[in-house]
Each structure stands twice: as structure tokens, then as C-alpha cells.
């Protein structure tokens, strides 16, 4: 597992970079752009040029881009929907010049080819979409099954929507599920954050680590989930704070405890992260048979 957390392209990419090593992470999570302006920030190109070079010879694995909160593919109004394709756009094509990044919708993916675009799942208040799996597998469906698009899974947005994820085997069983309903193949990054508010709150309000609901038992379990193996996992801080080095550390710890609560064992049944038995994409897009409803859906009322 890659850990590691968000952190501030103040001054440029080379820069981030800087201040995810400092935190101690084999990952990092910046944004595009001032995630509350549509206009776009451009990198200069001896910025993008080292940033590269850091990225080839040094500690950081993965780079994970945010898309900005104002975007609304959504949106009834033209003009925030128009602002809202350019801004995923322009989030892909940096993906595109770093070489690293996540997944993205139909019509961007059409015009912005090479990038990969990631749907986070949501903690569900008001109006949006992807608080359940089958919501995020519809997204999927409905791009026709680009494999391009793959998922985030943040844990406080789990609990928050209602999957109750605070002991290893209650996180198992929704992650059974999530193989069943959207595919193992399109999980590609997971963020981990505590919450403040209780499961099915449909709240997302970030604690430290430890300190919210999920607690030490929950995040030690999502820390060492062997079908998480190889994932960039993101801090992406709380209350005020972002990503720090303390805080790394802590989800380090709690990694190692989940670990050795699971027998020191990373690996789950043999199995692990997996592809179908013919090889391609498994999940929402693959044609598949029906995948079969869990017996008990272990989700808030």
C-alpha cells in the first residue's frame, strides 16, 4: 500500500513533491487548479520537466489529481455545465503531462485521450451521486465501460453513506460487495480519513486520525485490507489540518496493526487484487452475468 496524503502545489510541482516527502509519503494528492476557482493554473514546463525527473528516481509512486469542488457535470445550466467539462479537461491533460492520475466521463475521455479519470464515492448528502456502489457502477455503465474509469473509495464517505466499515469483518464484507457490484480492476486509489459524524449521517466532515468513528479498530481494518495491495492510500487531513507527518505516521502505525490483527497477513483467502478468469476488465462495463445481491447488505437504515 502507497501511503500518503494531499498537499499544496503552492510554488509549483516540484514544490509538492518537496512537501509529500517531507510527510514521509510514497504517495501524493494535489489539485489542478485553486479547487473553488474554474481558472485553470498552467505549469511551466521546467516545472513539469523536474517534477518528471522527481517522479522517476524518487520516493513518490503515485500521483493522484483532485478535480475541483466546483465542478457539476450535471448541472441544467450551460454555463456551469460548459465550465464544468473544461475544468475536467484541463484536470486530465495535467494528468496526461505527469504521466500518473485518474480516470474520467465520456466526453472528456473522447477528447482527452491517455488519461485515466477516478469517480470518488460520496457521502451522500443533499443531491449527489455515488453515495451507494450501484450508483457508481451506473456512472461506469453509462460511458459504455471505458476502462479509463476506475474508483476512489474514501472511508469516512463510506461510513458516512452508511457502510459500516469499523471492524475487519464487516470492511470485508463491503468490499465483497464492491467486487460483486462495481469490480476489483476499478479500484485504483483509496483516502483515508476519520470522520466526525456517525455512520449514515450522509455528512462529510473529516477527523484525525483516530479520533472520529471510524476510530482505531476501523482504520487499522481499511489500512491492511489485502485487496487494497498496491493502492496509493491518501490523507487528506481534518479539522482544519491537512496531510502532516504525524499523521502519516499514524496511519503507518495503524496499517501495522491491522496487519498484525489479520495475522500479519496482507494477503486475504489467497486472493488479493484480481482480474476475471479471461483476463479483461472485471466490473461495471465487462459484459459479466448478473452479479448476485449480498445475502445481508451491511448498510444503515
Not at 494531499?6 to 516540484?14: A, E, I, K, R, Y
Not at 441544467?76 to 495535467?94: D, T
Not at 465501460?145 to 457502510?163: F, K, N, P, T
Amino acid at each position: 500500500m502507497l501511503v500518503g496524503g494531499h498537499v499544496s502545489t503552492s510554488g509549483g510541482l516540484v514544490k509538492a513533491h518537496e512537501r509529500a516527502v517531507e510527510i514521509g509519503g510514497d504517495a501524493m494528492q494535489i489539485f489542478n487548479q485553486s479547487p473553488r476557482m474554474w481558472r485553470p493554473t498552467v505549469w511551466k514546463d521546467d516545472d513539469v520537466a523536474e517534477f518528471r525527473s522527481l517522479m522517476e528516481d524518487g520516493p513518490i509512486k503515485s500521483v493522484v489529481i483532485h478535480a475541483v469542488y466546483l465542478i457539476n457535470l450535471a448541472a441544467p445550466e450551460e454555463e456551469v455545465r460548459s465550465k464544468s467539462l473544461e475544468s475536467m479537461k484541463h484536470a486530465l491533460r495535467v494528468g496526461d503531462a505527469i504521466e500518473r492520475i485518474v480516470e474520467a466521463l465520456q466526453k472528456c475521455l473522447a477528447e482527452v485521450p491517455g488519461c485515466r479519470l477516478l469517480l470518488e464515492d460520496t457521502a451522500g448528502a443533499g443531491g449527489t451521486i455515488g453515495r451507494s456502489f450501484e450508483e457508481l457502477a451506473s456512472l461506469i455503465d453509462g460511458t459504455g465501460g471505458d476502462e479509463r474509469i476506475g474508483v476512489c473509495l474514501d472511508c469516512c464517505h463510506l461510513l458516512a453513506s452508511g457502510y459500516d466499515i469499523r471492524t475487519i469483518d464487516k470492511l470485508s464484507a463491503v468490499i465483497d460487495e464492491f467486487e460483486s457490484v462495481v469490480g476489483l480492476d476499478r479500484l485504483a486509489c483509496v483516502h483515508v480519513n476519520d470522520s466526525q459524524m456517525p455512520l449514515g449521517s450522509n455528512r462529510d466532515r473529516h477527523a484525525l486520525l483516530p479520533n472520529g468513528e471510524l476510530g482505531p479498530e476501523g482504520l487499522a481494518a481499511f489500512l491492511s485490507e489485502p485487496r487494497f495491495e498496491g493502492l496509493p492510500a491518501l490523507l487528506e487531513g481534518g479539522e482544519g489540518q491537512g496531510a502532516t507527518a504525524p499523521q502519516v505516521a499514524c496511519a503507518r502505525e495503524l496499517r501495522e496493526a491491522g496487519l498484525k490483527a489479520r495475522g500479519g497477513d496482507a494477503k486475504r483467502r489467497g486472493g488479493g487484487r484480481k482480474r476475471s478468469a479471461a483476463g479483461g476488465k472485471k466490473g461495471a462495463g465487462a459484459k459479466k452475468t448478473p452479479a448476485k445481491k449480498p445475502a445481508v447488505k451491511k448498510r444503515a437504515t
